[in-house]
């Protein structure tokens, strides 16, 4: 043992565990602590988590955390890449344990036993902003992927955010399982109160909503509050079809009711794959159905409604506010302004909205939408029901595609 570990455990305030030295707390939960810890033997380091032993009755944090071990244990055989490996579960008669793999040093270098080390997780990740583009794409495939497990073996995680998502040798893992259960229509309303959501059913359902705003805040760099706001990022995903894709699948995940989500996370990564090609067919669309501009409006807003991507996962219903936040894009010239039955919408300065742009009280109801663009003739997208449609993205009908 190192001679940090033969000081008195009760001066240090530092828990013992069989065959480790705990150097110090890496992370704190409502049930527990994380430890950055070494093997006495192999000196090889590991994140252990202590949990008091205070109690096993029913809904005490300790038995909590056994029954979601005992459930992850019964039906995941192999460790999946993208769910954090746990190598052991034991107690002393003080605390419960588990020993797990350590997350990476989030300023990228390996972990390490320096006092400078900190864990990379995604919060961390997001405290510089919305992650590049294919960054994003690429670990909403990991974290739907090690959720899918999940829900392919009946359970549901309940605490799905970014500080449960964890890099191991740069491959983002989901952790903490403190709340995993058996999918039911009794499961307990647990988890984290921002991304629970509103119908508080904390189901497969529940987790997919949960993931579209970890992805959405991967996507923006906002907050969840933000939710459905672009914000500054707006521009950048009007013109690129892949974070567009993403969008439109975060708008669905994230739904307010639960039958318009995905089942599951496995039916959501799904979708992620497949709704590129769809993309396609619904502006070839606008396209080939516009021979003119007196047109353009029937056939935007024919394609809002008809196509899956939009009717499906571009829709926010409301629950009848009087104004609302939407999203307004146009391909592929930018700049446009935005006329609503006639006005031109501007912020609070007087300074007009330009497109890509989110703007956050547009009145619910059917509107009549226009863009305008001073190097292109007006670009009619019909009527619009803000009720419904908490994005419009429109195409000039004689863009090349």
């Keep these: 043992m190192n001679s940090r570990s033969q000081e008195p455990a009760d001066r240090l305030g530092t828990p013992e565990v069989p065959d480790f030295d705990l150097i110090r707390p890496i992370g704190e939960g409502a049930f527990g602590t994380v430890w950055l810890a070494s093997n006495q033997t192999t000196g090889r380091l590991r994140a252990v ?50 020993v797990m793999d ?18 990379a997780t995604m919060e961390r990740r997001l405290e510089g902003g919305p992650l590049p583009a294919d960054e994003c794409l690429a670990l909403a495939r990991q974290l739907l992927a090690g959720l899918a497990v999940l829900h392919e073996a009946g359970m549901v995680h309940r605490d799905v955010k970014p500080a449960n998502c964890l890099f191991v040798g740069g491959q983002l893992k989901l952790a903490d399982f403190g709340l995993l259960t058996e999918d039911g229509p009794l499961v307990s309303s647990l988890g984290t109160r921002r991304y629970m959501p509103p119908d508080g059913r904390m189901d497969a359902k529940a987790d997919v909503y949960a993931a579209g705003l970890v992805i959405y805040q991967m996507l923006t760099g906002l907050p969840t509050e933000s939710f459905p706001s672009l914000g500054a990022r707006a521009r950048e995903i009007a013109a690129n079809p892949m974070l567009q894709k993403l ?39 606008v396209l080939v159905s516009s021979a003119s501009l007196a047109l353009v409006g029937a056939v935007v807003a024919a394609v809002l409604w008809h ?11 409301a629950i009848a506010p009087a104004e609302v936040e939407v999203n307004f894009l146009t391909e592929p010239y930018y700049n446009a302004t935005i006329y609503v039955d006639g006005t031109m919408l501007e912020d609070a300065k007087g300074k007009p909205y330009a497109t890509p742009c989110t703007v956050p009280m547009v009145p619910t109801g059917e509107h009549h939408v226009v863009f305008k663009h001073a190097q292109h003739d007006d670009l009619d997208a019909g009527r619009i029901d803000f009720t419904k449609f908490r994005e419009v993205d429109a195409r000039w009908p004689d863009a090349a595609r």
């Design 307 to 317: 196509t899956a991507p939009w009717r499906e996962a571009g829709v926010m219903e």
């Design 247 to 285: 969008n439109h699948v975060i708008l669905r995940a994230a739904q307010r009711d639960p039958a318009k989500r995905f089942q599951d996370a496995g039916a959501m990564l799904g979708e992620l794959e497949a709704s590129a090609s769809r993309r396609g067919l619904s502006r070839q669309r």
């Design 102 to 119: 350590l997350a990476d040093d989030v300023s990228g270098p390996p972990a390490s036993a320096d006092a400078s080390y900190c864990p």
């Design 49 to 98: 988590k202590v949990i008091p032993l205070r109690s096993t009755t029913a809904g005490s944090p300790a038995r909590r955390e056994i029954v979601s071990l005992k459930h992850l244990e019964a039906h995941i055989d192999d460790q999946h890449t993208n769910l954090l490996t746990i190598y052991h579960v034991g107690r002393t008669a003080e605390h419960l344990f588990y």
